[in-house]
């Protein structure tokens, strides 16, 4: 079953702070978060593991609610770089697929 | 290294006519998925490999579409008797299965550059 995302578009001026969340009907094991810009393929920004892991790469934050099955993306000072589709992909069981939400445009002016 | 590498990036075909479309992973890793994403939407999921196990069909349309991944690598997507409505970009993506605190978790998925599919 699909996450559910929130907003499903936003526009912020370049250092403004934007959240994106992702929910989810059902339990979840682990949640990513991937950025898409147009005519790109996604690139991975962050994995949440149930228990509190947390791996990426980036200066961005996140957290996962495991009681609330839901997860958020924090962009704080945001740069005209951050520009684009943001994807949470949630996995339901051990080892299990991928599946990912409709997802949030993200606009950044300058 | 390499990354996921995709054929051909471009695919222009008739309506009724049989595709493959082809997907070279990372190598090494376990898991493979392939994803449709239609113009200005979200990634929709297909078909998931890994490792040995049977292959999780559930997200394929219709009975039109199959994948095979031979030797753990290479996989192929067909589709058969193409119908306008299977025009979309096709997503492969490779990841590796790791083991964290609480089991299996996939790591970071890396995707191809996709497969624009035309049917004219």
């Known amino acids: 079953q699909q996450p559910v995302q929130s907003p499903q578009a936003v526009i912020l001026r370049e250092g403004e702070d934007a959240v994106i969340n992702c929910s989810s009907s059902?339990?979840?094991?682990?949640v990513h978060w991937y950025r898409q810009k147009h005519g790109e393929a996604p690139v991975f920004l962050m994995i949440?593991?149930?228990?509190?892991e947390q791996k990426g790469h980036e200066k961005i934050s996140a957290s996962f609610n495991e009681k609330k099955q839901q997860s958020s993306l924090y962009l704080t000072a945001s740069q005209l770089s951050y520009s684009g589709t943001y994807f949470c992909g949630t996995e339901k069981g051990s080892g299990g697929k991928l599946i990912f939400g409709q997802g949030t445009e993200l606009s950044v002016k300058p | 290294g390499a990354g996921v590498s995709q054929s051909p990036s471009n695919k222009v075909t008739e309506k009724g006519k049989d595709v493959e479309l082809r997907c070279d992973p990372i190598s090494g890793h376990t898991a493979l998925y392939w994803y449709r994403q239609s113009l200005g939407q979200g990634l929709e999921f297909l078909i998931y490999?890994?490792?040995?196990?049977?292959?999780?069909k559930s997200g394929l349309p219709s009975d039109r579409f199959s994948a095979e991944r031979t030797g753990g690598s290479v996989s192929t997507l067909t589709i058969q008797r193409t119908q306008q409505e299977d025009s979309a970009v096709y997503l492969c993506?490779?990841?590796?299965?790791?083991?964290?605190?609480?089991?299996?978790?996939?790591?970071?998925?890396?995707f191809g550059n996709g497969t624009r599919l035309t049917v004219t």
């Open positions: 993506a490779s990841s590796l299965v790791r083991t964290s605190a609480t089991g299996l978790y996939n790591s970071p998925l890396h």
């Open positions: 490999f890994q490792g040995n196990s049977a292959p999780d």
């Open positions: 059902k339990a979840l094991y682990s």
């Open positions: 949440l593991l149930k228990g509190g």
